[in-house]
């Protein structure tokens, strides 16, 4: 059974990412009590499955390093895993939060080591690697995961798979009775950080990503480019896994439209900028975009890719694509600038995807302000609810980190009013 | 120290341990090598159960030194936490099963791998001491903040509602900064459709009656002496009267200007009033107030405006700015807007290159111009002609043509540049820094630093700091943070940059930047408080002291350190500032006496670890490989290769390290004395895109490094024997071949002669 | 199955001796054997397609349908409209979508349809009879009414624009529609479902005036319905049916091919899954003749 | 030829707002070309949709009226099904064609301009579309002689259309319509004068 000692003088943060984590880790740094609830079963969210940051091509891991650390050493923080904040009663100073915990199958005593995973066969498609490539039914997330601890998949449960891994366990870690479990506590305010997904790119259909294999979006295009992804970080084709050699970024994919997501979703111009310095430099390159939205220094960077003699920006939202020679996509298009109608054929075209917050309107846990877009609105009415990151707007890392320290402030007044230490 | 040591060595056999090495031997090895008193196996040390036994120890046996021999000091960090001692780890999973394969013929080496990481734990648990709180400065609550417009008076209130006590120091006779300029400003909440009244206005009063803040008006900043938890402030006010007070930490809200249009000849910004900036526009529009905007030339109701986007923006020229700030497109929507709502009937043509309206609110906003019949145009343009009716002459890009339109008024959308004082290090990274093979003395630096100081920006702080009176700069004199998870990364512990000043950004941003760096400025308030170091080693209580008695006031540490953390004194002597130190060991790497020590990171606790490793005689022909690891990349990545079970030889020795900057030359020389084949060092990525948390520390070895030739020389040992690898944290296979490599070089080269 | 009775909307190339005329008869032939009764709209008069739009401006075009969706209002109260042209569907869906949203057009029309003494509300439904098929009846029940599997028949589903853009049947994608699909394994038959030019254009009214480009599109639709090893085509649009089946003679000039590939409806196809023979079919009005259908039918 | 001073003004973009169907939208494009690409005539469009509404900004008043590229349209829709800021692109192009058409702008001979007139009077004379006379007047709408030529030339089709009781000589007599042409005419007429009675005059 889990046990959270939270009072009102707690802050609750939702959401594990590097927003929730800022927040988390900001406000326990600040000598307050901080319980951080994560859905999956390790902390760092989406930037632990990318491969570099822009504008600096630095590895998201490093960053991680630190913040797990300072985690790590952090008594003023519980990290509570797997679960999910289900429903938040009462007001701004003295909340009580209910969350949801799915089993791991796994406890503390896990050290690690493997051995379980080892001796599992069943294999499943790997979330980490967005489906491409498969992990075993008792896996650690990946390298980095944060609590180190394996998780057992519950397909396995009730098998023979399951009862080896167990059997394998020398340390006892694997608990296979483990059963969902429901906790409350109490929390003085909330910080929101549940951050974003990639837009469903099926839902583009123009773009055919569920009829071409080598039609593929940009957050798996980070696996790609991975060392530790799929493709010990080669960047070949799905469909053949022949080296790619041309290939096409297509900008405001399921952005800045009204069949899709209405807003800009801010980042995925410089994603593709960034991933245009992952192919070696005899790959051609070509950028379908409405307007390159490179702001402040970032222009540097837009300029740097600009001057790389493999890369061709072409303005135009692509029209269509359909299968060319070999399951080459072929992007139909007409480049505005002065009209010229193409017809290109790539090895790969990767779809720039927009950010979909991950706040569901229907079943948010509390009532509060949220905008046509999907976004949390920085409202008097949210009381001691505050977004931080993503789940306010469309926002790059450094911006979410920034917007979640600025959070964590607002967490920390309420719970410094509750505390009565002002004046 | 006054307490006699109890030291405890603790084995765990979980893992696989006991299975692949002779725990016994271990034991013996720690307590007949290692000196600990005691030292007891345990199959799982990490559970209850192990750490029970550990903490009895500590409790009942009064243990004062620990060593644990396990996993990796990255693993079971929360299981093995035992502030109240002196604790080490010897890495024999991660460092030494997992890397080396489970044969019969590798027992003997591998064994001797264990062995050896038990030595260098006792040794460097003997050497060390429970790091504590200096007392050096108490809490204190009161925040300063430096700059009195939207950013610095946000960041104010947001600290007083926090509970904490402000001084707020503004330039001018009055707050509000640009923004009380403005005739409207940007939405902020959804729809983001018009622009609305600042509430400036209701701010400044608010804080008129908030008793927890003090306004400074017409006041600059004399002095800031100091540290987090005791700054000393000298405000000078335009009366010439000055004042003093105590504070906290610092957040630093400066705002920006407006970039100069006198530099943009060919929009006729010189030649004809009825070409405007931005800037200027706002004042038009409130002077206007409700009415329709008039011509500045002849007071014509304005029926046309072009807005010309990037003006000396994103430009490769001379004198123009690089870089593109951040705000201006929404800006010049909103302003076309004005036009809308006050001209009644009046044309309004943004012309763009890329319209940059980023978000939700910015993309709504573009929509919500578009409504208005605000008409944009993809357009590049080359000349603004002047004449009672202007003429923009431009390139339709999306027409493919050259186009001109005339049209009543141009507004030129300027940049922002930042109003930050001199760049401390202007002269070793900024546009001061020696060139390619350039070489200074620390003289000449300083000379180009304080004439670099003579031509630029009055200060804005006047800190009394060795290295320079204000923030550093990232570029184009922005005091952003270098690194993408940390945008408050700051150089100077205890001091925050926020708003403009920061990075381009408008009013939402600057007011959410606010409170980001006020929440930084009361983290460092607080921990001052504790002794406890900020980010990156956040909570670290060990702090650097020094040997007066061997020190020859060389100044190596008191220039190196990367957070100008160390003054002199009148004698040259350093003075450290533990608030501001971020224990990164730069100062203990740049000593050439070693006399400054952190109580559980020093000369001695490496020192001891790479003397008491065992080397084998020359004959036996097992080299040892000594690798100095940068805990926060290259040991993580090592870390990684184990789980992978890449393979290491049984020739190295990690020792990870806070920073290579922290590597003292001696540890070199002493360990090729000793008898060492190799030495691999690896640090992080150096260079403009530096991945050094601790700034120059991987650049700094680097160059020290460079001076180890003449040590091999007269040891006539060859140069491929020290080698500085930069590794990131993603080099998982790299990282261990670079290991292996120099097992390669020693196979080649031959095994060193000095081993006794 | 419940008895489903609806407001019909033939329009002008269904009716006898015009270009669609087997439409309508295969259409009524299927609804007899799904139950479903169609009451036409006395008096109704021409949509205007699309191409009317270069002699009637907005308004008299709008006109057009809500003079057709006020007649059914007054003689097939409460029934909703249903139309098995392309361009019919559309045009009176449009049009009432429009006279919705817009109050002043919504007047305007009523003040020009009061000088023939009608009235106009819309508030009835406007649908397609391929929405009837999936929404009320379902392909389940299309595939208990089979008698005669159409079995070793290939056919690729030809959606064409009209019945698919803007509007396009619920639950399906503009770039992909599979209900063509369904339609054709309901009756035992094999779909191609990735039929590349299922929504390519075949020129519409530009057949008339563009035929070189037209055809040309046309050209490329039959192109890929041979290369999928299609049978025959079937589509659910009278002028998507008559572009693709009747200039074959004139693009096999053109372009030196010898295509011979029927185009049929939906309808052809469920009538004589139905076990209808060939006339009830409209088999006969075919240009190229749909031959294995023909002898299913005559089985 | 404009001038400077309705350059990149909103003269023209304001009349087609006023004058042309759902001209409202124009103002909305922001220049992304999915239109342009997607048309499925497209390569034979001077200027596609994007541009065209460029041109309207550009105050191109004459060029985008007498521009025979809107009559390329054959209302597919696929513009208005991608287009992400919601355009009612085919209903644009057909209004700026029929505006085009009412100004004497249109091009002459172009044709299907000429067809859908020929196609509206068609369809206004008896309520109902007589499609032999529609097929007969388009062959002659460019005189006897060549009247004649078309006719041949498709006489195989005409033929086979009979003979799939798809054609029906006996059209010419009359053919189906509406029981009273006249009341449709006069609400059609009204309808006509309604929307006339709008049209704002910008010349």
Known sequence: MTEVIATNETILVVGGGISGMTAALEAAETGKKVVLVEKRPYIGGRVTQLYKYFPKLCHPTCGLEINQRRAKMNPNLTIITMAEVTDIKGEAGNYTATAKIAPRYINDNCTGCGDCGKAVEAEFDDEYNYGMGKRKGAYLPHRMAMPQQYVIDPAIIGTDDAQKAKDACKVNAVDLDMQEETIEFNAGAVVWATGWQPYDANKIQPYGYDRFENVITSVEFERLADPTGPTGGKILRPSDGKEVKNVAFIQCAGSRDKNHLLHCSRICCMASLKQCTYPADDVDISVYYIDIRAIDRFEDFYQKVKAQDNVNFIKSKVASIVKGDDDSPVLHGVDTEGYNRYANQHDLVVLAVGMEPSVDKESFPVDIVINEEGFIEPASENGGIFAAGCSSDALDVNRAAQHATGAALRAVQVINRVAGTEG | ?756 | MAKIELSFYPGCSSQTGASSSNYLVSAQTMCEELDITLNEIPDWNCCGASIGYGGGGELPRLTLSARNIALSEEHNAGQEIVATCAACWLSTREAKERLHEDEQMFKDANTALAEGGLRYKGEVGVRHMVEVLIEDIGFDAIKEKVKKPLEGLKIAGYVGCQTNRPFGIAGESFENPQYLDKIVESVGAESIPTFEKKVQCCGGALAFSEPEKSQEMIHGIIEAAYDNGADMIVTPCPLCQANVEIYQDQINETYGTKFDMPVVYYSTLMSVAFGRNAKDAALNGHIIKAKKLEEIANK | MSTNSQKYRNSFLKEVEANVEEGEWVKMCMQCGVCAGSCPLGKHWDHPPQEIFMMIRAGKREEVLTSDSMWMCTSCYNCIARCPRGLPITHIMHGLATYAKRLGLAPKNQPTQGFSQLFWDNLMKKGRVNELKMGLSMYFKDGFAQGVKNAMANQKLGQNMMKAKRMNAMEIMGGHGVKSPGDLAKIIKKAQEIEDGKIQDFS
């Not at chain 2, 429970?130 to 300063?144: A, R, V, Y």
């Open chain 2, 1 to 756: 120290m006054a307490e006699e040591k109890k030291m405890a060595g603790f084995v765990c056999t979980g893992c696989g341990i006991g299975e692949r090495l002779d725990a016994g031997q271990l034991e013996t090895t720690a307590t007949r090598d290692g000196k600990m008193n005691t030292c007891v196996q345990h199959d799982m040390l990490c559970s209850k159960e192990g750490v029970q036994v550990i903490r009895d120890t500590i409790d009942n046996d009064g243990a004062t030194h620990v060593m644990i021999a396990a996993c990796s000091r990255r693993a079971k960090v929360e299981a093995f936490n035992f502030p109240e001692v002196a604790m080490t780890r010897a890495n024999l999973r991660e460092g030494v099963i997992w890397v080396r394969p489970d044969t019969d013929e590798n027992k003997e080496t591998t064994q001797e791998m264990a062995d050896d990481y038990i030595r260098m734990a006792c040794a460097e648990a003997k050497f060390s001491t429970k790091p504590s709180k200096s007392g050096e400065q108490e809490l204190n609550k009161t925040i300063m903040v430096v700059g009195g417009g939207i950013t610095g008076m946000t960041a104010a209130m947001e600290a007083a509602a926090a509970g904490y006590p402000v001084q707020l120091i503004e330039k001018s006779g009055a707050l509000g900064g640009r923004i009380a300029e403005y005739y409207k400003v940007l939405p902020t909440r959804s729809p983001y459709a018009t622009p609305q009244e600042s509430s400036i206005a209701e701010m400044a009063a608010a804080i008129e009656a908030d008793d927890k803040i003090t306004v400074h008006l017409n006041s600059t900043l004399a002095q800031t002496s100091g540290a987090p938890g005791r700054f000393s402030v000298d405000v000078a006010t335009e009366s010439g009267s000055t004042s003093n007070f105590t504070c906290g930490a610092i957040a630093q809200a400066t705002g920006f200007t407006p970039f100069d249009a006198n530099k943009l000849p060919e929009f006729g910004y010189d030649k004809s009033a009825d070409v405007v900036t931005n800037h200027e526009l706002e004042a038009l529009a409130k002077a206007a107030n409700g009415g329709p905007i008039k011509r500045p030339s002849d007071g014509k109701e304005i029926t046309s405006v072009a807005f010309v986007q990037n003006a000396g923006q994103c430009s490769d020229e001379e004198n123009k700015l690089a870089y593109f700030s951040g705000v201006t497109d929404l800006v010049s929507i909103k302003q076309a807007m004005y036009f809308k709502e006050l001209n009644g009937d009046c044309d309004t043509t943004i012309l763009f290159n890329n319209l940059r309206t980023p978000g939700a609110a910015g993309e709504d906003f573009y929509r919500a111009g578009q409504e208005a019949m605000v008409l944009f145009s993809k357009g590049i343009v080359s000349e603004v002609v002047p004449g009672d009716s202007l003429t923009v002459k431009f390139k339709d890009m999306i027409l493919n043509e050259d186009a001109e339109m005339d049209c009543d008024l141009v507004v030129l959308a300027v940049g922002m540049e930042p109003n930050s004082g001199p760049d401390p290090y202007y002269a070793t990274e900024g546009a001061g820094a020696p060139q390619e093979g350039e070489e200074l003395t620390d003289e000449e630096k300083e000379e180009r630093a304080a004439a670099a100081n003579e031509v630029s920006v009055d200060s804005i702080l006047n800190l009394d700091y060795r290295q320079g009176t204000d923030l550093p700069q990232l570029k184009y004199g922005f005091n952003d943070s270098h690194f993408i998870c940390f945008p408050y990364e700051t150089r100077r512990t205890g001091i925050y940059a926020a708003g403009p000043v920061r990075r381009p950004m408008d009013i939402q941003q600057a007011r959410d930047d606010a409170a980001g760096a006020t929440m930084k400025a009361i983290q460092a308030a607080e921990n001052a408080g504790k002794g406890m170091a900020a980010h990156p080693r956040a909570g670290d209580l060990s702090y650097p002291s020094f040997r007066k008695e061997g020190c020859t006031q060389c100044k190596r540490c008191t220039v190196e350190c990367p957070f100008g953390a160390i003054n002199e004194d009148e004698k040259r002597y350093p003075l450290f500032n533990e608030a501001r130190c971020r224990r990164c060991g730069t100062c203990m790497g740049a000593c050439p006496v070693r006399v400054i020590s952190f109580e559980n990171y020093s000369i001695d606790t490496v020192g001891q670890q790479i003397k008491n490793v065992e080397i084998p005689e020359e004959w036996d022909e097992k080299p040892r490989i000594l690798v100095l690891a940068c805990e926060n990349d290259a040991y993580p990545a090592l870390d990684q290769a184990a789980m992978n079970g890449v393979e290491i030889n049984p020739w190295a020795r990690v020792i990870p390290v806070r920073c290579l900057g922290s590597v003292s030359l001696s540890w070199i020389t002493d360990s090729l004395n000793n008898g060492y084949d190799g030495i691999v060092l690896m640090g992080c990525q150096r260079g403009e895109d530096y991945q050094c948390h601790f700034v120059r520390g991987s650049a700094m070895a680097a160059e020290r490094m460079s001076k180890v030739g003449d040590t091999l020389q007269t040891l006539n040992l060859e140069p491929e024997r020290v080698v500085v690898h930069e590794v990131a944290i993603t080099d998982i296979e790299r990282a261990p071949k670079l290991i292996n490599d120099m097992a390669e070089t020693i196979e080649k080269i031959g095994m060193s002669p000095f081993k006794f």
